[in-house]
Nanobody, 118 residues
């Protein structure tokens, strides 16, 4: 069992930045990902990073968000720049097999709220 704990969410204005962190309770030689869920919408893929360091970012965030990981600290980050109101939602960290599909991930955090005001 791997516990994932997210932090770093908050309320910001459009154009500002936030950095989300996700700490795993144990070393995981698996892919890590961020998903988000806006009010009234389904959870969607944001970004993923493989153990090798390869990354994948959704088109809606490419060029603005960057996923990274520190394997020594069992931590994955999501640097979010140039935030837009449509980025508002609960952001979830996940660990599992690389995919853009939620079903590929075995472990999930509780989520952290990101709110972007216009």
């Amino acid at each position: 069992q791997v516990l994932l704990v997210e932090s770093g969410g908050g309320l910001v204005q459009a154009g500002e930045s936030l950095r989300l962190s996700c700490v795993a309770s144990a070393r995981t030689s698996v892919s890590m990902a961020w998903f988000r869920q806006a009010p009234g919408k389904e959870r969607e893929f944001v970004a993923a990073i493989m153990w090798s360091g390869g990354t994948d970012h959704a088109g809606s965030v490419k060029g603005r968000f960057t996923i990274s990981r520190d394997n020594a600290r069992n931590t994955v980050y999501l640097q979010m720049n140039s935030l837009k109101p449509e980025d508002t939602g609960v952001y979830y960290c996940a660990a599992g097999t690389y995919s853009r599909r939620q079903q590929a991930y075995d472990y999930w955090g509780q989520g952290t709220q990101v709110t972007v005001s216009s």
